[in-house]
């Protein structure tokens, strides 16, 4: 067979030629796409859950919320080990899945059976699934400078620009934002003015949350044509919660910002 391969190439010279010149193309570009990693990810499969509990001591938290997830996530298929590191009101568990396990199907796993558990938690438990991270993946913290923008134009920037801009880029598990002002509505209640009116902070923070958001009024046909009727009440500047009415006195209206003020209402930027 050996002998009859080397008769073959010594007839068809020029093919044999241009398949070499063919092979050492795609292998030069085969070689300038190889990933070459001096520390490869030899990190398991593992799914991260984060949970926070305001108040809890390690012990409460260790049998209020460690103990129910890690009773429910027993039984998934593929899943090899659980561990979890439990502190005052923080609890982190990690869910270790046999090798070649998919990961977006070991996250689903893990979040089905956490929201299954969810009735079981504490009311004020909050938390869900950490990025997909491995112990040696890479972080890389930047900086916005600029003499033109003040911090809360800085934070502004990098919520609604550069964060989901960074996030759609390949490998990128999530992008966290630290600093700057965040732009935002607050109610300040009047207590003399609210009794006086006999309107509880219950009451305004009802009213306050109902009046912001749209809602929808159905369709009006027109032949072959129908337009689409909608009510647009979310709070979009400072007026828009000093005209919301929380409630009717007698015939007068009790807006959320009054003289004296029922709820007054300011603008403030929030540091992070």
Excluded: H
Aim: charge should be neutral; include cysteine.
């Amino acid at each position: 067979m050996l002998s009859g391969f080397i008769d073959i190439a010594l007839k068809q010279r020029l093919l044999v030629f241009l398949g070499a010149i063919a092979l050492a193309i795609w292998g030069a570009n085969a070689y300038q796409k190889l990933p070459i990693d001096a520390f490869p990810d030899v990190a398991p499969i593992q799914v991260l859950v984060s949970m926070r509990a305001p108040g809890l001591t390690p012990e409460e938290l260790e049998s209020r919320v460690t103990a129910p997830i890690e009773l429910a996530m027993r039984g998934i298929p593929n899943l090899v080990k659980m561990r979890s590191t439990t502190r005052y009101s923080v609890a982190l568990l990690t869910f270790e899945f046999a090798d070649g396990t998919d990961i977006f199907w070991a996250r689903a796993q893990v979040n089905e059976r956490l929201q299954q558990v969810r009735d079981q938690l504490p009311a004020d438990a909050t938390g869900g699934l950490a990025p997909i991270v491995t112990p040696l993946a890479e972080m890389v913290m930047f900086t916005i400078e600029s003499e033109k923008l003040n911090p809360q134009e800085k934070r502004f920037l990098v919520d609604w620009t550069i964060r989901p801009a960074v996030r759609s880029l390949p490998g990128v598990a999530d992008v966290n934002v630290l600093g700057g002002f965040v732009r935002t509505f607050e109610a300040i209640p009047s207590a003399s003015a609210m009794a006086a009116r006999a309107i509880t902070t219950e009451m305004l923070e009802n009213v306050l949350r109902a009046n912001n958001r749209n809602d929808g009024a159905g369709r009006i046909r027109n032949g072959e044509e129908a337009l689409i009727v909608r009510s647009e009440g979310r709070i979009r500047t400072l007026e828009d919660v000093r005209d919301t009415i929380v409630a009717v006195r007698g015939g007068s209206i009790v807006k959320s910002a009054m003289s004296p003020t029922c709820g007054s209402a300011r603008l403030r930027a929030t540091a992070w």
